[in-house]
């Protein structure tokens, strides 16, 4: 069965830092392009980084450049978003997924993880 499995959301005070980790199971992450998105209520989900092993990229909005870091760790199959000074505008749902470069950035992949709540508030 494949899967998807995001952890480390929660609340956090502005100006914290949060690690999110997206773990594969049932298949290798690196033969896809591997996207974080999240969606804030009563918005529209944006793609948020976008990652490829296969095309040597990482691509993030020019609004999240410096925030916003994506890392792997020594597991197999994980990877993780690194959120730093974060503001209440970075509330949301975040989700991991797979899938095409040219579809991530656009907000859309093919296989999503179930999301984790991001809280930014003091």
């Known amino acids: 069965q494949y899967q998807l499995v995001e952890s480390g959301g929660g609340l956090v005070q502005p100006g914290g830092s949060l690690r999110l980790s997206c773990a594969s199971i049932?298949?290798?992450?690196?033969?896809?392009?591997i996207g974080w998105f999240r969606q804030a209520p009563g918005k529209e989900r944006e793609a948020v980084s976008c990652?490829?092993?296969?095309?040597?990229?990482?691509w993030f909005p020019d609004s999240l450049k410096g925030r916003f870091t994506i890392s792997r760790g020594d597991e197999v199959n994980t990877i993780y978003l690194q959120m730093n000074s974060l503001i209440p505008e970075d509330t949301a749902v975040y989700y991991c997924?797979?899938?095409?470069?040219?579809?991530?950035?656009?907000?859309?992949?093919?296989?999503w993880g179930q999301g984790t709540q991001v809280t930014v508030s003091s």
């Open positions: 049932g298949f290798p992450l690196d033969d896809y392009t």
């Open positions: 997924a797979v899938g095409r470069w040219g579809n991530c950035v656009q907000g859309q992949a093919d296989f």
């Open positions: 990652t490829s092993r296969l095309y040597g990229r990482t």
